[in-house]
């Protein structure tokens, strides 16, 4: 493991750099730190690229777009779905009603609460259930409320299993994959969260995505992000920073670590190691 402030400037410029959001570009409360927004600034200044890639549905990066001064496509669901600046779809890769369905029913049967993503819905079956409010104030916008999940929209995103007990959905998670197999992507986004999604939504793949659409090599993107459904990403990325809380698991997959999301790691990471290796560094 390399210390941002040791970090060797050998290897290709960089000039893109993607970013996870929750619990890397925002702190706990969700709100853009005034450091952070003059880190991306300092990213345009320094002719490097700037986008996101998260677990949260389009429509819930939408506040961060103006004042990051975002004009690049972005990631949501995990990679699976690139859209543009005003809502424009690029791809998309839903999960299978059929996967859906049994997924609902593993989560249901561990007594973990499911939500369904699927474009600007999201649909729960208990609006005071745990952690809708943490989302609703995360995403920013309101959930829908069903009796039940008998009929599922089109395009589902993700589904999430969402508990108050990570030992509940660690044995959730376990049986999850031992079930649906490779007929889904199936990552933890938050501890509290077990993501579920079509197979071609990692962030792994997402970066290439990305990449491809934006005509920039993945040798030449460096990556930041915190949790286990960051991973993938980091094993493809020309450059990979994790954030200072992130398990161990995670940040030994990452070449770098930053500090915390609850003392602006992101703008630490941006200045300490991406700038240095910006196509302008050293005039």
Not at 60 to 72: R, T, V
Not at 123 to 139: F, I, K, Q, S, Y
Not at 158 to 178: F, N, Q, W, Y
Request: charged share 20%; proline share 7%; aromatic share 6%.
């Amino acid at each position: 493991m390399t210390g941002a402030d040791e970090a060797p400037r050998n290897g290709p410029s960089i000039r893109l750099l993607v970013s996870d959001v929750d619990g890397t570009l925002v702190p706990p409360d969700k709100a853009l730190t005034e450091k952070t927004i003059s880190a991306a600034a300092s990213l345009n200044a320094a002719g490097i690229g700037f986008t996101l890639i998260s677990s949260r549905p389009p429509r819930g990066m939408d506040y961060l777009i103006d004042p990051l001064g975002l004009d690049l496509p972005i990631a949501a669901f995990n990679g699976g779905t690139i859209t543009g600046r005003g809502g424009a779809v690029f791809e998309t890769h839903p999960l299978a009603e059929s996967v859906a369905r049994r997924a609902i029913d593993l989560l249901e049967a561990a007594g973990v609460d499911a939500w369904v993503f699927a474009g600007d819905a999201w649909l729960v079956r208990d609006p005071a259930g745990h952690n809708v409010d943490r989302e609703r104030r995360t995403v920013r916008f309101d959930p829908t409320p069903v009796a039940d999940f008998d009929t599922l929209p089109g395009a589902i995103g993700k589904i999430v299993g969402v508990s108050s007990d990570p030992g509940r959905l660690d044995a959730c998670e376990d049986r999850v994959r031992a079930s649906l197999g490779d007929s889904a992507s199936i990552s933890r986004s938050q501890a509290y969260y077990l993501d579920i999604s079509s197979p071609r939504a990692t962030k792994g793949q997402g970066l290439r995505a990305l990449c491809q659409r934006i005509g920039i090599p993945l040798s030449e993107t460096a990556v930041i992000g915190d949790m286990f459904n960051d991973v993938s990403m980091f094993e493809v990325a020309g450059l990979a920073v994790c954030m200072g809380q992130s398990p161990d698991a995670v940040k030994a997959a990452a070449g770098f670590v930053t500090g915390p999301n609850t003392h602006d790691g992101f703008a630490e990471a941006v200045e300490r190691i991406i700038l240095p290796r910006g196509p302008r560094a050293g005039g």
